[in-house]
């Protein structure tokens, strides 16, 4: 019993693990604007994670090749909207907004979830889910305008939060085709084939913005965009669904907001301010209330 316990409460370090350091990913990324394009980035942290899988994969991908022949296009889907579409545009975000914004979009997700399940499932959303949404999209709205309502008006000043919001939106579809397919595919397969597919998506980017060296100034973010983020934390994220489950292990996504806020006020010297705060806190109720179920009727 004791272990058993001990071993439950030990599986709680596991999202949190996972969501810091991709927590630290965005404030990496909101750093490393300055000095690297978006697409060179995005490219290189998929090969730098593709270099360093390969030589445990390739043995496995020979074995499995019936099954990768089975999902192929499933994987190419996969792949661009979750590592492509949702990604890449989360480097071209962090040119035009802070970490902490990016942060608190990211929180997003689960709200944009329920209503590209509704598009793709047909799975009609509960009282509970529509009212939090709105409730979530409200805070949002009031945190881009920085609590004045008008300043929206100028859309130019709010772009990089337009461009997270719709990056956030792609990753939505993303996690709804995981639950559509369920794909019987051991879960490092397909991430290595869907990192496979990344790279392939990005040579026409490559061909026409070029592709930037790296040097001194860039090649710590790359290395830990290509490590931690890519393998790392969603390793670890699998060992939590594995041991709470999905949905005790989506809760904690909530907390990458403070996480990343924490890490951009110390690094970054972003300031929190009281919209974050207001924005912040009205936008994880929404999530809350949009994830309670409704109770059946006897």
Do not use: C
């Not at 604007?33 to 980035?41: E, K, L, Q, R």
């Not at 979830?113 to 009212?131: D, G, K, Q």
């Not at 990089?160 to 995981?178: H, K, P, R, S």
């Not at 809350?288 to 179920?293: E, G, H, M, T, Y």
């Amino acid at each position: 019993m004791n272990a058993k316990t001990s071993t439950v409460w030990w599986a709680f370090s596991l999202p949190i693990i996972a969501v810091l350091i991709w927590s630290m990913n965005i404030a990496v990324t909101r750093y490393v604007a300055d000095f690297i394009t978006p697409v060179s980035i995005s490219f290189y942290r998929w090969l730098v994670a593709f270099i360093i899988l390969t030589p445990f994969m390739a043995k496995k991908m020979w074995q499995n090749r019936h099954l990768i022949r089975q999902h192929f296009w499933q994987f190419a889907i996969l792949s661009a909207f979750g590592m492509v579409l949702y990604q890449g545009l989360a480097y071209s975000a962090a040119h035009h907004t802070s970490a902490t914004n990016m942060g608190i979009i990211n929180a997003f997700i689960p709200v944009f979830t329920i209503f590209v399940s509704m598009l793709i499932l047909h799975e009609i959303p509960n009282r509970f889910a529509v009212i939090g949404s709105i409730l979530s999209f409200f805070g949002l709205v009031y945190v881009m305008a920085q609590g004045n309502f008008a300043s929206l008006l100028g859309l130019g000043g709010h772009s990089g939060d337009f461009v997270m919001i719709l990056a956030v939106f792609f990753y939505a579809f993303y996690g709804v085709f995981l639950k559509k397919w369920q794909l019987q595919v051991p879960l490092l397969i397909s991430l290595y084939i869907q990192i496979g597919f990344a790279l392939i998506y990005h040579l026409p980017f490559i061909a026409w913005f070029g592709l930037q060296s790296i040097d001194v100034n860039n090649v710590g973010s790359v290395l830990y965009a290509g490590i931690f983020p890519s393998l790392i934390a969603p390793f670890v994220w699998m060992l939590a669904v594995q041991h709470l489950g999905p949905n005790r292990t989506s809760i904690f996504i909530n907390l990458m907001p403070v996480f990343t806020a924490i890490i951009a006020f110390f690094w970054l010297n972003e300031a929190w301010t009281i919209y974050h705060s207001i924005g912040g806190l009205i936008i994880l109720l929404g999530i809350v209330l949009a994830q309670k179920k409704v109770k059946a009727l006897n």
